[in-house]
């Protein structure tokens, strides 16, 4: 087994919860990683001097037999969605990020939806809101957050409207195609630095998603593996150098 892959440590109250977040920082499920526990933690004395759980998550080689024939997709076809089919989620969708834009000001944005066929966290592909317009950087904010926050209203509303979760993007011309693109250039710069000075590498505080991007950039490389570090808006990736 190769070990140089890309590797998360997470820490939480319990060993369940620290792989919850784990996966959910990664994207991905426990058939797509190796778990280690390091430290199952403890309680302490009447909840005094407790120790957190510890964990090790370590993506499998892509290369790896799959657990099970992968699933493809027709886009003309409906998704399993009980009594809603895909064209009808992706107009609700649509119909409900076009409020939200109207009750927010933005009248010069026009809104569209696609597929990406990708299979998402639940085997399914996402369905992809576009917004394109003029000057519309007041709906992406400092480090995305109006956009992420645009993006997760319009996930409950439309979980709550079909009955269940689906996947779901919301991009303003572009940006995330973009913000990965650089992400990935980023990547590989640090990892070349950390490789040649022999010294981890600190990235930035990013968000989940962009903390993901990072890790899968390099889970292939074999000089270099990624952790993650800090908590919650602070929480950071760093590139290790193996």
């Keep these: 087994m190769n070990e140089e892959r890309a590797t998360l440590e997470m820490i939480a109250p319990t060993v369940e919860e620290a792989l919850e977040k784990g ?3 990664l994207g991905l499920t426990k058939k797509e990683v190796e778990i280690e526990v390091l430290d199952e933690g403890s309680k302490g004395f009447l909840k005094l001097g407790g120790r957190q ?9 892509p290369d790896a037999p799959p657990a099970a024939p992968a699933k493809t997709f027709d886009t003309s076809s409906a998704i399993d969605m009980g009594d809603a ?9 649509q119909a409900t990020v076009r409020e939200l834009l109207d009750k927010m ?8 939806t696609r597929i990406d066929e990708t299979p998402g966290r639940n085997g399914e592909p ?25 993006q997760y209203v319009t996930r409950l509303i439309l979980g709550k409207e079909i009955g269940r979760g689906v996947n779901l993007a919301v991009d303003v011309e572009g940006y995330r195609d973009r913000r990965e693109r650089n992400l990935r250039q980023l990547a590989r710069k640090m990892a070349n630095q950390a490789v040649k000075s022999g010294r981890t590498q600190s990235l930035e505080p ?20 990624t952790e993650s570090e800090g908590s919650g808006r602070y929480r950071r990736v760093q590139i290790v150098p193996a």
Excluded: F, W, Y
């Excluded at 000001?105 to 569209?112: E, R």
């Excluded at 996402?126 to 645009?150: F, P, Q, Y």
């Excluded at 962009?210 to 000089?223: C, G, Q, Y």
């Design 53 to 61: 759980a510890r964990i090790r998550l370590t993506i499998k080689s």
């Design 23 to 25: 996966l959910a920082e």
């Design 85 to 93: 089919d895909l064209e009808n989620v992706m107009s609700i969708a």
């Design 105 to 112: 000001g933005v009248n010069n944005a026009s809104v569209s």
């Design 206 to 225: 990013m968000p989940a998603n962009e903390r993901r991007i990072i890790h899968l950039a390099l889970a292939d490389e074999p000089d270099v593996r």
């Design 126 to 150: 996402t369905i992809i809101v576009d917004i394109n317009g003029n000057d519309l950087s007041i709906l992406i904010g400092r480090r995305a957050e109006t956009l992420n926050a645009l």
